[in-house]
């Protein structure tokens, strides 16, 4: 038996990231004792689909049973800080989907409980374990790049680009005040931050609500799904777009843009980071490659191969070179990751993974966001 079979994990949420969290879980030999979903017959159907042996009636069930270790919170936005509270003073460890909580003050009362517990609690930002990303944030770490200066990007999709497309992220009393920020803005923030080493110190940002009206099904769908039948016409509070300018604390500037009505954009985050010797740039739709670019010698694209990579991007990548590791893997590797710390019995030096307080600096970031469209200004973290 492996390390990770000797430890037990339940998931809260049975919709599409939840599935994605046991799928991941099990990959790893991780030991999945029960699910809980949204409620008790919602739970045994997931439970059944997904071949898992129990489905927990409510969250006192589930911190009840003893064999649980480790939690995953994979619930919608608004549960995530009453929930890992919970979580917390039962003494398990704690896997968080991102965003960490609905406000900053939130997050920081999350951060206090996580120290004050000694357990491992991590954010699920799973797009810093595809390798090349840390591959990337090892070559900045090592001087490759060079003092950074500039770094430019997105994270766009079209999901929601239609009237007719509904989620509940949609709805702020669930999902919270920024949506396309809040949703995946956050993924390339956190990844930004953690390739360049970099916190942002003030923001100066813009939200646009391009259909403020859409049709809200009045039975229930699943994220990345169409509903059918019967509606309802809701107005729409959160943000279908955003542009946001950034200072960082070494003088360093950036501009980013999020939107969730791109159409024939499914899922693409890019960041581009230029620094004083060369420069790196990313892409999640074609995420093993690489593009290393220079000014007095030939531009480089690096495939994720073992012979070729620093020891960063050969620690994350599972995969032989050409065998393309997506979506799916990194969660492997990210669970990988915390699980080993859990094994070892806390953080280690060198490890990689999000912590709580960094999922409260993505709050900070996003608070400030909110700020600062609404009072049109530059808005300082420091003021949050």
């Not at 159907?45 to 009636?57: K, N």
């Not at 059918?228 to 500037?253: F, P, S």
């Not at 990548?317 to 393309?324: D, E, F, Q, W």
Request: aromatic content about 8%; some cysteine; proline content about 4%.
């Amino acid at each position: 038996m492996s390390d990770f079979a000797k430890i037990r994990a339940a998931v809260i949420g049975t919709g599409f990231i939840g599935t994605v969290h046991v799928q991941a879980l099990r990959r790893l030999g991780v030991d999945v004792r029960g699910v809980l979903g949204s409620s008790p017959e919602r739970g045994r159907e997931r439970a059944r689909a997904m071949s898992v042996a129990r489905a927990y009636d409510s969250l006192e069930d589930l911190l009840a049973d003893k064999s649980v270790d480790v939690v995953h919170v994979t619930t919608p936005n608004h549960a995530h800080y009453p929930q890992v509270k919970s979580i917390l003073a039962a003494g398990k460890h704690v896997i968080c989907e991102k965003p960490l909580a609905m406000t900053s003050a939130e997050s920081a009362e999350m951060v206090d409980l996580a120290k004050a517990s000694g357990k491992i609690a991590a954010v699920c930002y799973n797009i810093r374990f595809y390798p090349l990303n840390q591959q990337a944030h090892g070559m900045v770490m090592a001087g490759d790049l060079g003092d950074i200066r500039f770094v430019t990007g997105h994270y766009h999709q079209d999901w929601l680009a239609k009237p007719s497309d509904w989620n509940w992220r949609l709805e702020s009393e669930m999902g919270g005040a920024l949506r396309s920020v809040g949703d995946i803005g956050t993924h390339w923030v956190d990844l930004t931050s953690f390739v360049t080493g970099l916190k942002a110190t003030s923001v100066f940002a813009e939200l646009t609500t391009f259909l403020p009206e859409r049709q809200k099904p009045l039975g229930p769908v699943e994220t990345f799904t169409s509903g059918t039948g019967e509606t309802e016409t809701v107005h729409i509070d959160t943000d279908d777009a955003a542009m946001i300018l950034i200072r960082y604390e070494n003088g360093a500037r950036a501009v980013m843009s999020t939107s969730q009505v791109n159409m024939g954009r499914k899922n693409s985050l890019q960041w581009d980071i230029a620094g004083a010797n060369a420069s790196a740039a990313w892409d999640s739709e074609t995420p093993d490659h690489l593009f290393i670019g220079h000014r007095d010698a030939p531009n480089q694209t690096l495939m994720r191969d073992f012979t070729l990579m620093n020891g960063p991007g050969i620690a994350a990548a599972t995969l032989p070179p050409g065998h393309v590791e997506g979506f799916a893997d990194s969660f492997f590797n990210f669970f990988r990751a915390v699980y080993a710390d859990v094994i070892a019995g806390g953080r280690q030096q060198g490890s990689t993974w999000a912590t709580f307080e960094d999922g409260h600096y993505e709050m900070q970031f996003c608070d400030a966001v909110v700020k600062s469209a609404s009072e049109s200004r530059w808005v300082d973290l420091s003021e949050i």
